[in-house]
């Protein structure tokens, strides 16, 4: 019977170990990525309901701005409060228009941020998809070995239960 390098496949285990565990922790970084591309897609959403709720707001601030300078044609020092309190209104309307701008900002920056995490996505998964062919090599391999160190063992106690029984024995040959 031939000896069985147990160290090695000690060793053998502990790198698949090793490999296995490289799998969960890149899985895990994965799901987190998508966790993250979810929330930047609800926030997406957001952003485009910020986009429209700030064109409605320019448009409404210009057509606040054409009815304020037609009513300044229109009425003359009897309305001079009122114009007052209007002007005053266009200040908070540019003050809105400011923070929608800072908005906007801050939009394109979450969307950089998005392309950013999603090209890094892709490279998770090119990195996973070769973690995994890496895995099934190894396992191939590691398979490989076990069967060449098992097989000749496996022969003789075949061959003897044959050769109890009948006039023949069997021989096996790995071939990769």
Request: hydrophobic share 30%; net charge negative; glycine share 0%.
């Given at each position: ?34 966790t993250?591309?979810?929330?930047q ?14 064109h ?39 003050q ?13 920056t ?27 090599i ?8 076990v ?7 496996l ?8 050769a109890?029984?009948?006039d023949?024995?069997?021989f ?5």
């Amino acid at each position: 019977m031939q000896n069985i390098d147990h160290a090695h496949l000690s060793s053998e285990h502990q790198q698949f170990k090793s490999e296995e565990h490289k799998l969960t922790d890149i899985d895990r970084q994965l799901q987190s990525f998508e966790t993250h591309i979810k929330q930047q897609q609800t926030t997406q959403q957001h952003i485009m309901v910020i986009q429209t709720q700030l064109h409605s707001l320019e448009q409404q601030l210009d057509q606040q701005q054409q009815r304020i300078l037609q009513q300044e044609k229109t009425k003359g020092d009897q309305q001079e409060s009122q114009l007052h309190e209007k002007r005053l209104a266009l200040t908070e309307l540019e003050q809105d228009r400011k923070i929608l701008s800072q908005t906007r900002q801050q939009i394109k920056t979450l969307m950089i941020e998005y392309k950013e995490k999603d090209r890094q996505i892709q490279q998770l998964k090119i990195e996973e998809k070769r973690m995994i062919n890496l895995y099934t090599i190894f396992s191939k391999e590691l398979m490989y070995v076990v069967l060449e160190e098992t097989l000749p063992t496996l022969f003789d106690i075949i061959n003897a239960y044959l050769a109890q029984v009948v006039d023949y024995s069997v021989f096996f040959e790995l071939t990769r």
